[in-house]
C-alpha cells in the first residue's frame, strides 16, 4: 500500500527500522475558549518496534485519547503523527481507513466481533475488506497460538468473553500489521481470561514480533509490557522500562499521592 | 406521568414517527379528499338542479315491466295538447313542451370533426324553450328562429372553435342535419360537463322526434300551491300513466345518475384509501416494534421499579394515539389538496366544478379521525402487548443489539395451515366447475394465501434469502456478505418490512397475468372465429342506411353484416320465461363472417329459422336441439322457433342467442325494430386489406361517429381497454409501493442506530465509507427482491388461477406477461436502493470513535 503522501521525517530519533509509531508536539483539545479542554498537551512519543508498551494513567489522563490519535481514529488539534514511516496527519479519511486496515489492528475493549460472522470470518474481515486472501499458514500458526482451533465456527455469542477477546485478538494479529492497539483489551474480562489474553499478547510480541500499544488502568495488565508510559493531565510524565505490577502500582501511587496534595 | 413519559418517546423518536406518519396521512388523504370531492361535486350538481328543475314534469309512460326499452328504440314521447292540458291545471303559470334528445351526435362539416364530449358526458340536443328557470341563458347572438338555425352552449363551442354563423350538423337515426349557429348560450350555474344544441321546437320536433310530439312537458307553478299539490292535480289531469314528478324528485333522480358517475372515481380513490390502509398498517406494527425493541431496556427498567403491565401497554398506545391524531389531522389537510386536485381533473374534463365552495362537513373530521386513530392503534396493539411482556430482568441484562427472535414453532405452523388452506383453495378454484364456485374459492384462497405469506415471512426471509443471497459475497466481497447476514439476523422485521412490498408486487403481478391472459385470448378468439375484416361501430347514435351503403360501395367490400341486438324473452317448454340477448343477424353472419364453436346442432339451421343459444343457457334451462321456444321481440312480437343450434361459449360473443334476420322480420314489423348499432364488412377475395381499410375511411369521412377497425385494430382496441384498467392498478400499486419503500427505509434507518457500535468496529478496523454503504444498500436490495420474489410467486399463483377459474369466461388462453415479471424483479432492486439513500448516507457520516463508544 502506497497511498501514504507524507514520507518518513528524517529529523525523527532512532531511525524507521526502530520505531513502529511516533509523535511530535501532539495536542488535542475539546470545545473553545472559556470552556476549551486539553486532552493531550504537546506529547512527543515513540513506540518502539518488536516491543510491548503499556499506557497507563488516572481516567482523564488522556490515555485513551493518545491511542486514538496514534490509531488513526481521531483527529489532532496540532502537531505530527507517523506511522511505520508515513504521516498519518492530514490524511483523508480514505487513506486513513486503508492505513488502519493494512497497517493497524485493534483490540477493544467489548463488542471486538460481528455478531453475525462466525469466530473464522471475524479473524480474517480485516483482510476480506482490503480483499487479500490470509497466509493460511500464519493464519493457522496464529489460531494455534490463541488456542481457538475448535471454536472456529462458532458464532461469538457462544463464545465466553474470554474466548472472544481472543478471536479479537487473533483477528488483530492475523493481518500481520504494523501495529496494534488495545484500548483496555481485558478490562470486562475476570483475572484468569485477562491473564490469557496477556499472556498471548506477550507471545506474539515475544514469538512473532509484533508491535503492540496498550491502554490500561490495570497494573497487573501493565506488568505484561516491556515499557510503561505514564500520563497525567495530557502530558507524559514518567516512564518504566520492563515493569513489573508491582512497581507499576507503587509508580501509580505516587502519582494519586502528588494529585491529592 | 405516562402520557408525558409517551410524548416525549414520541418526539425523541421524530425520525421514525415521521415515516409512519407518513402512512397514516396518506391514507387519511385520501379517506377524506374523496369524501370532500364527492361532497363537493353532489352540492354542486344539487345546487344546479334545485336552480334549473322545473316544479312539474310530466314525462312519457314508464314502459310496462315486461317491455323494456330496446338498444336504439325510438324515444318514447308525450303528445303535444299535454302542455294545454297541464297548463290548465289551477296554480300553473305555465306550462313548457321540452324536447331533449341524447342520440344525436354534433358535427361540424367544416372538418367532420365531432363536436362535444366523446366520453362519459352526455351529447344532448332539445328545443329552445324560455322558461323561469333556464338552465342556460344567450350570450351572444339570439335563440332558433327558423329551421335552420340552432344555438349551441359556450363551452363546447370553444372547445370546437365555433362561433357564431359557423355551420353544425346533427346526426341521428334520421339521417344528417344541417344548421347554422345562431347563438351561443351560457350555462346560469355549473356546467355539468355535457354538450348541448338547441333547434326551434318545431324543427327539434321533425329533426330528433320524427313526430309532433315532446320528450316532457314542464310545468312551473305561480306559488300558490305546493308542488305536491300541483303533482296531484297534474296526475289527476292527464291520466294515461304519465310519469308525474316533482322538483325535488327530479333532483333525487338526477343526482342519482350524476352520482353514478362519480361512483367510479369515489370507489377508485377508495381504492387507494385502503392499500394505504393496509401497507401503512404493516410500517405502523414495524416502527412501533422496533421502538419497543430499542427500549427493552428502559421498558425493562420501568417494569424493575414497579410499573405494571398496563401501564407499559397503555404507555406504547399513548404513543401511537399521537401519531394517530397527528396523523389525521395532516391526513385531512392533505385530504384537502386531493379534493382540490381532483376538482381540477373534472374541470380538465369539462365539469365545471369550483374549488372556491369545498364542502367541508363533519363526515370528514369523522371518518378521517376514525381511519387515522384506529388504524394506528390497532397496528401498535401487538407490539404495544409484546412491550407488556418484556420481563424486569431484561433491565439489568447486558442487552447490545436486541435478542434475535427465535422462530415461533406456532407461527410456523399457523403459517404453513394458512398457506396451504390458501394453495388447496386455489387449486380447487382452478378446477371448479362453475366460474361463480370457482371465483368464491379464489377469494377466499388470495386471501388466506397472502395472510398465511405475511405470517410466514420471517421463516421465508431466513431461507429465501440465504438462497437469494449466496451470490451476494462472491459478487461483492466482504460488503455483500455482511449484508447477507444483516438481512436475515432479524427475520421478523425482514419479514414484515418485506411484506409491504410484497402485497403491493403480488398485486400488479396477478393484475397482468389476468389481463395479458384476456387480450391474448381474446385475439387468439379473434384469430379463431372472425372471418370478417372490418367491424364499424356507431357508438351513442344508430347506424343509418347511408352509412352501410357508403361502406357496400367501396371498392374492394365483397358485403357487409347487419346485427340487430335484442334484450329478448325466451318462453321454454317448461313454462319458465328467461331474459336473453338475442341478435338478428343477416345470412353472412355465419356463412362466411364468424365461425362460432358448436356444441350441437348444425349452424346452417339459423338461416333456415331456427334458434341458436348458447351453452350455458341450454345447459341452465334443460334445452337441446329440437325444443321449441317461443321467442318475445320488442312490442309484445312473438314467433315460436325450434333450437337449431348449441354454440360454445366464447369470448367474443359469450352466451348469446342468434337467429336469422329475416325469421325475425317475419315477427317484428320494420318501423318496431331496433336501429343498428354494429356493422361488418369482409373484402372481397383479393382485396388489399390495408388499402380496403383507407378506403373505407374515406368513404365514411363524414361521419366522424363510427369506428371502424379491421382485426388488428381490434385487437388494439381490446387490448387499450384492458389497460385502462390496468393503469388505475398501477396507480394503487405505485402508492402501495411508496409506502412500502417508507417502511425499508424505516427499517434500515433503525438497523444502523442498532448497529451503530458494530458500524464502528468496522470502520475501526478498516471498512471504507463506500463498502459501509454499499453493505446497507445491499442489504436494503436484499430485502426489496426478497419481497418482490413473494410478491411474485403469489401473484403468478393468483393470475393463473383466475385465468383458469374463467377459462370458460373468455379467458382461455393463458399468457405470462414475462416482461412486467422481469420489470419488476429489477424494479424491485431499484426500490432497494433508493430506499437505502438515506439509511446509508447516514452511516456513512457516522463518527467512528462515537459509534465505539455507544453503549
Known amino acids: ?261 | 406521568m405516562m402520557l408525558k413519559t409517551s410524548l416525549r418517546s414520541f418526539f425523541a423518536h421524530k425520525g421514525r414517527m415521521a415515516l409512519s406518519l407518513i402512512a397514516v396521512v396518506l391514507s387519511v388523504a385520501f379517506v377524506s379528499g374523496t369524501l370532500v370531492f364527492s361532497n363537493t361535486a353532489t352540492s354542486t350538481f344539487d345546487k344546479l338542479f334545485a336552480a334549473t328543475a322545473s316544479d312539474v314534469s310530466v314525462q312519457p309512460p314508464k314502459p310496462a315491466e315486461d317491455d323494456d326499452p330496446q338498444l336504439g328504440d325510438k324515444v318514447p314521447t308525450v303528445p303535444v295538447a299535454l302542455a294545454q292540458q297541464l297548463a290548465a291545471v289551477p296554480g300553473v303559470k305555465t306550462a313548457v313542451g321540452q324536447v331533449m334528445v341524447g342520440d344525436a351526435t354534433l358535427v361540424n362539416p367544416a372538418t367532420n370533426k365531432l363536436v362535444g364530449p366523446t366520453s362519459g358526458a352526455p351529447t344532448l340536443v332539445g328545443n329552445w324553450t324560455d322558461t323561469p328557470r333556464n338552465a342556460l341563458h344567450i350570450t351572444s347572438g339570439h335563440v332558433p328562429q327558423n329551421a335552420g338555425e340552432l344555438v349551441l352552449d359556450a363551452d363546447t363551442a370553444k372547445k370546437a372553435k365555433l362561433g357564431l354563423g359557423d355551420k353544425l350538423r346533427v346526426d341521428n337515426a334520421g339521417g344528417k342535419h344541417e344548421f347554422t349557429i345562431a347563438g351561443i348560450a351560457s350555462f346560469t350555474t355549473t356546467n355539468p360537463g355535457a354538450a348541448l344544441a338547441f333547434l326551434d321546437t318545431a324543427t327539434a320536433q321533425q329533426v330528433l322526434l320524427g313526430e309532433q310530439a315532446y320528450t316532457s312537458v314542464e310545468a312551473f307553478g305561480d306559488g300558490s300551491r305546493s308542488n305536491d299539490r300541483l303533482k296531484a292535480d297534474a296526475l289527476a289531469k292527464v291520466g294515461g300513466g304519465y310519469q308525474v314528478k316533482t322538483a325535488a324528485e327530479q333532483k333525487a333522480e338526477n343526482n342519482k345518475s350524476v352520482g353514478s358517475g362519480l361512483d367510479f372515481m369515489k370507489y377508485a380513490m377508495l381504492g387507494f384509501a385502503g392499500v394505504s390502509l393496509i401497507v401503512g398498517g404493516f410500517l405502523i406494527i414495524n416502527t412501533f416494534s422496533m421502538l419497543v425493541a430499542q427500549r427493552t431496556r428502559e421498558i425493562g427498567l420501568l417494569r424493575a421499579i414497579g410499573g405494571s403491565r398496563r401501564q407499559v401497554n397503555g404507555s406504547v398506545l399513548a404513543e401511537a394515539l399521537i401519531l394517530g391524531v397527528l396523523g389525521s389531522t395532516l391526513g385531512i389537510g392533505v385530504g384537502l389538496g386531493i379534493a382540490v386536485g381532483l376538482i381540477k381533473l373534472m374541470n380538465a374534463i369539462g365539469m365545471d366544478l369550483k374549488a372556491s365552495d369545498l364542502q367541508i362537513g363533519p363526515d370528514v373530521f369523522v371518518a378521517g379521525y376514525a381511519v387515522g386513530i384506529v388504524i394506528t392503534v390497532v397496528a401498535a396493539w401487538i407490539p404495544a402487548r409484546r412491550a407488556s411482556k418484556i420481563a424486569p430482568m431484561a433491565a439489568l441484562r447486558d442487552h447490545g443489539t436486541p435478542a434475535e427472535a427465535r422462530s415461533n414453532i406456532v407461527r410456523t405452523i399457523i403459517g404453513l395451515l394458512l398457506t396451504a388452506g390458501g394453495a388447496g383453495l386455489l387449486v380447487l378454484a382452478a378446477q371448479a366447475e362453475k366460474a361463480a364456485t370457482g371465483g368464491q374459492y379464489l377469494g377466499l384462497g388470495v386471501l388466506l394465501s397472502l395472510i398465511g405469506f405475511v405470517v410466514l415471512g420471517p421463516l421465508l426471509a431466513t431461507a429465501v434469502i440465504k438462497v437469494l443471497g449466496a451470490l451476494l459475497p462472491a459478487l461483492f466481497g466482504p460488503s455483500g456478505k455482511l449484508a447477507q447476514r444483516n438481512a436475515t439476523r432479524n427475520p421478523r422485521r425482514t419479514g414484515a418490512t418485506a411484506a409491504a412490498l410484497m402485497i403491493g408486487l403480488a398485486l400488479v403481478i396477478g393484475a397482468s397475468v389476468f389481463s395479458s391472459s384476456a387480450v391474448s385470448s381474446t385475439s387468439a378468439q379473434i384469430d379463431k372465429s372472425v372471418g370478417v375484416d372490418y367491424i364499424i361501430g356507431g357508438g351513442r347514435t344508430p347506424v343509418t342506411p347511408e352509412m352501410m351503403d357508403a361502406v357496400r360501395k367501396t371498392p374492394g367490400v365483397d358485403h357487409i353484416t347487419t346485427e340487430k341486438d335484442f334484450d329478448a324473452k325466451f318462453q321454454l317448454p317448461d313454462g319458465q320465461t328467461k331474459r336473453t340477448g338475442l341478435a338478428a343477424v343477416s345470412p353472412t353472419f355465419f356463412s362466411t363472417d364468424f365461425r362460432l364453436p358448436v356444441t350441437s346442432g348444425a349452424v346452417e339451421s339459423i338461416g333456415r329459422g331456427s334458434l341458436g343459444i348458447g351453452e350455458s343457457f341450454a345447459k341452465d334451462h334443460n334445452l337441446k336441439v329440437g325444443d321449441s321456444v317461443t321467442v318475445t321481440y320488442a312490442k309484445g312480437h312473438t314467433q315460436v322457433l325450434p333450437v337449431g343450434v348449441v354454440f360454445a361459449k366464447s369470448s367474443l360473443y359469450g352466451d348469446a342467442s342468434f337467429v336469422d334476420a329475416a325469421t325475425m322480420a317475419k315477427a317484428v314489423p320494420a318501423a318496431d325494430q331496433p336501429a343498428d348499432r354494429t356493422f361488418y364488412a369482409k373484402a372481397s377475395a383479393g382485396a388489399d386489406v390495408a388499402r380496403t381499410l383507407t378506403a373505407l375511411e374515406g368513404a365514411l369521412k363524414e361521419y366522424p361517429q363510427l369506428t371502424i377497425k379491421d382485426q388488428a385494430g381490434y385487437k388494439e382496441l381490446v387490448q387499450s381497454q384492458v389497460n385502462t384498467l390496468l393503469y388505475l392498478i398501477y396507480g394503487l400499486v405505485g402508492l402501495s409501493i411508496t409506502v412500502a419503500v417508507l417502511g425499508v427505509v424505516n427499517t434500515l434507518a433503525l438497523s444502523v442506530v442498532e448497529r451503530t457500535r458494530e458500524i464502528g468496529l468496522l470502520r475501526a478496523i478498516g471498512l471504507s465509507r463506500r463498502q459501509l454503504r454499499r453493505m446497507i444498500r445491499l442489504e436494503s436490495v436484499v430485502i426489496a427482491v426478497f419481497g418482490a420474489v413473494l410478491g411474485t410467486v403469489l401473484g403468478l399463483a393468483w393470475g393463473v388461477t383466475a385465468q383458469r377459474v374463467l377459462r370458460d369466461q373468455g379467458l382461455g388462453t393463458l399468457s405470462v406477461p414475462t416482461t412486467t415479471i422481469v420489470v419488476t424483479l429489477v424494479a424491485s432492486v431499484v426500490i432497494g436502493l433508493l430506499a437505502a439513500l438515506f439509511p446509508a448516507f447516514r452511516a456513512g457520516r457516522m463518527n467512528v470513535l462515537a459509534a465505539i463508544a455507544t453503549d
Request: charged share 25%; glycine share 10%.
Open chain 1, 1 to 261: 500500500m502506497t497511498t501514504a503522501t507524507a514520507v518518513y521525517d528524517p529529523q525523527l530519533p532512532g531511525g524507521e527500522s526502530a520505531v513502529a509509531a511516533s509523535a511530535r508536539r501532539l495536542t488535542k483539545a475539546y470545545g473553545a475558549g472559556e470552556t476549551k479542554v486539553t486532552a493531550l498537551d504537546a506529547v512527543d512519543v515513540d513506540i518502539q518496534r518488536g516491543r510491548f508498551t503499556a499506557i497507563m494513567g488516572p481516567s482523564g489522563s488522556g490515555k485513551s485519547t493518545l491511542m486514538h490519535c496514534l490509531a488513526g481514529l481521531d483527529t489532532v488539534s496540532s502537531g505530527r503523527i507517523w506511522i511505520g514511516g508515513t504521516e498519518i496527519t492530514g490524511l483523508k479519511d480514505k487513506q486513513l481507513t486503508r492505513l488502519r486496515r493494512d497497517k493497524i489492528g485493534f483490540i477493544f475493549q467489548a463488542f471486538n466481533l460481528l455478531p453475525t460472522l462466525n469466530a473464522l470470518e471475524n479473524i480474517t474481515l480485516p483482510m476480506d475488506i482490503a480483499g487479500r486472501k490470509p497466509d493460511q499458514a500464519w493464519l493457522d500458526q496464529v489460531v494455534e497460538t490463541v488456542g481457538l482451533a475448535g471454536r472456529l465456527k462458532h458464532r461469538p455469542t457462544q463464545l465466553s468473553g474470554g474466548q472472544q477477546q481472543r478471536v479479537a485478538v487473533a483477528r488483530a494479529l492475523a493481518a500481520r500489521p504494523e501495529i496494534i492497539f488495545g484500548d483496555e483489551p481485558t478490562g470486562n474480562l475476570d483475572s484468569r481470561a485477562g491473564a490469557e489474553v496477556l499472556t498471548f499478547l506477550r507471545r506474539s510480541v515475544d514469538e512473532l514480533g509484533q508491535t503492540i500499544v496498550m491502554v490500561t488502568h490495570d497494573p497487573v495488565a501493565a506488568g505484561y509490557a516491556d515499557r510503561v508510559l505514564f500520563l497525567a493531565d495530557g502530558v507524559i510524565v514518567d516512564e518504566m522500562h520492563a515493569p513489573t505490577a508491582d512497581s507499576v502500582l507503587e509508580r501509580m501511587r505516587r502519582f494519586d499521592g502528588k494529585r491529592t496534595s
